[in-house]
């Protein structure tokens, strides 16, 4: 969990859930959640880029939705993990779906 007001707009923060790195991203009101580790070949989603709602990974540049994990561009041929993001009493919780 981490306080609502630390979360800023259209950055990716890298958080740890139940020992797994994941990436979360605010949008507005919405909140996204992905595994921070890249499905090809384990890069660090959480350095890549950000353009609107897809990250890109920075070893390869596959590329994924943050809404819900969608591989869009190889070389990776699997979808990263999404998690679900809640909002209660201004903490941001985030757990595997």
């Not at 797994?20 to 919405?30: S, Y």
């Not at 819900?68 to 993990?81: I, M, Q, S, Y």
Request: hydrophobic share 35%; glycine share 10%; with cysteine.
């Amino acid at each position: 969990m981490m306080p609502l007001e630390s979360v800023e707009e259209n950055k990716l923060f890298r958080v740890t859930v139940s020992g797994v790195p994941v990436i979360l991203l605010r949008q507005g009101l919405q909140f996204h959640a992905i595994s921070a580790t890249c499905p090809h070949a384990g890069g660090p989603l959480d350095e890549g880029t950000l353009t609107g709602d897809v990250v890109e990974c920075p070893w390869h540049g596959s590329r994924f939705c943050m809404r819900d994990g969608h591989v869009l561009t190889g070389p990776a041929t699997v979808n990263a993990p999404r998690y679900e993001v809640q909002v209660r009493d201004g903490q941001v919780e985030v757990k595997r779906k």
